[in-house]
């Protein structure tokens, strides 16, 4: 079945630095794929989304490019905030949102 | 706009008593769902729904049952609750029009079972 598998943090980092968390799914198709950013005591909320291969999705700063021959999704971020802390999902969807799968999350400390 | 709204925010139980989680959207989205949140485990899903009288199972839904009368609201039910399912559970809904992908989260409930 599909699933999806991103790195394990915690990831610590000082202000400014570069970003990358790693995710690669196992799915047959194409299915849409998502980077959800979760604030401590909130719930999940949508940073970016591409839908096909080759496709780049981009919020606040955040970059994540599909790639379907390495079935790789990875998150990316030039210079981080102690604001970016927060725990961040990488997930997959084949129709409408409907039965959406998650990774395990990877938490994100930047300290100032 | 009030968007998913999940009531309680936290709750403990003893072993062998029964809740229901409520959950409710005010954005006219057909499909609604349950995650429960562990650590090192990312979100599981609990059971959802494509639409009002419509439900199912998704990957863990032992110990729990749900309805969907009506499409703003989607509680999720204890029958009879285990030290296993003390979690962080996450209602979470859709226009799952197959464009509109993206879900909406409620702010989540802490649940504790002794």
């Known amino acids: 079945g599909d699933s999806v598998t991103q790195m394990e943090g915690p990831v610590t980092l000082s202000e400014e630095a570069f970003l990358t968390i790693n995710c690669t799914y196992t799915?047959?198709?194409?299915?849409?794929l998502f980077w959800y950013v979760q604030y401590p005591g909130e719930g999940l909320q949508l940073l970016l989304k591409a839908t096909k291969a080759d496709d780049k999705g981009s919020n606040k700063g955040f970059e994540a490019t599909y790639r379907k021959e390495t079935t790789s999704f990875h998150l990316e971020k030039g210079s981080v905030q102690v604001s970016d802390s927060a725990v961040y999902f990488c997930a997959l969807s084949r129709t409408g949102g409907f039965k959406t799968i998650f990774g395990a999350g990877t938490r994100l400390f930047v300290k100032a | 706009n009030a968007g998913v709204t999940q009531t309680p925010k936290f709750q403990v139980l003893k072993t062998g008593q029964s809740m229901t989680l409520q959950c409710a959207q005010d954005?006219?989205?057909?499909?609604m769902s349950w995650y429960r949140q562990d650590p090192g485990m990312g979100l599981r899903l609990i059971h959802y729904s494509v639409g009002a009288g419509i439900t199912d199972q998704g990957e863990v839904p032992n110990g729990y049952n749900v309805s969907r009368s009506t499409t703003e609201d989607f509680p999720l039910r204890l029958l009879s609750a285990a030290p296993s399912q003390t979690s962080v559970y996450f209602c979470a809904s859709s226009y799952g029009d197959g464009l509109n992908e993206k879900l909406f989260f409620g702010s989540g409930t802490q649940l504790s079972v002794l």
């Open positions: 954005m006219n989205h057909e499909y």
């Open positions: 799915a047959t198709g194409y299915p849409s």
